[in-house]
């Protein structure tokens, strides 16, 4: 039998626990970042959560707290934004905010697709808050998430990436009407959208290779 390895399961641990943590908060009408950003003590929260976490993956909450010894060293880092500011983010590849009432599985449906916007490390928090505001208060689309500092073997550049993902691609209205909405708050530049279709058929592995449904 392979080894596991401890670390990388670990991780794995970390980042189911604080997919588990932003849903049952956001269930309570709390948003973590929120949190976070206000300086508000949510230990308590984070508490409760990792007592049902550990509850249904004792395995993974045995993992998490070997690699960080208990939870008020994960509670820390969070408030210095581990999961919430990207350039903080080395844990996680990616910090996922969804709009309100949408699940968290819609943007892996076949009829989205998401607009890409790409930036330099010393801006992408700034323009990911900017985003991240608007989907939380329904002006965008179904979900948004920001690659973050954790080096990602799939990263083609030092750039980080947006995706704001729309409902359905077929939809251009309503996806025109996202590109304008990121106009209003300051990103003029042409970006492309690309549809899951092409997504899911692996169109975009080859480097080099592009496929654009819309660009405006």
């Known amino acids: 039998m392979t080894e596991v390895d401890s670390e990388a399961l670990a991780d794995v641990a970390y980042g189911i626990f604080e997919h588990l943590l932003n849903r049952d908060l956001q269930a309570q009408g709390k948003y973590l970042h929120l949190l976070v950003e206000s300086g508000i003590d949510f230990k308590r929260d984070l508490s409760a959560i990792f007592g049902k976490f550990t509850e249904e993956y004792p395995q993974l909450a045995e993992a998490m707290l070997s690699h960080f010894l208990e939870v008020d060293k994960v509670y820390e880092l969070i408030r210095l934004g581990e999961g919430v500011t990207p350039s903080a983010t080395t844990l996680t590849y990616w910090i996922v905010q969804d709009a309100p009432g949408s ?114």
């Open 103 to 216: 699940a968290p599985e819609a943007i892996e449906d076949e009829k989205a697709g998401k607009w890409l916007i790409f930036q330099e490390p010393d801006n992408v928090d700034a323009v990911w808050k900017m985003i991240r505001d608007a989907t939380v208060a329904r002006e965008l689309g179904i979900s948004a998430k920001v690659s973050t500092a954790k080096p990602n073997p799939d990263s083609r550049d030092r750039r980080k990436v947006i995706y704001v993902y729309t409902k359905d691609w077929a939809d251009e209205p309503d996806v025109m009407r996202i590109r304008e909405k990121l106009r209003e708050i300051g990103l003029t530049d042409r970006i492309g959208y690309k549809r899951n279709l092409e997504t899911f058929a692996g169109e975009y592995a080859k480097k080099g290779k592009r496929v654009t449904y819309y660009s405006a």
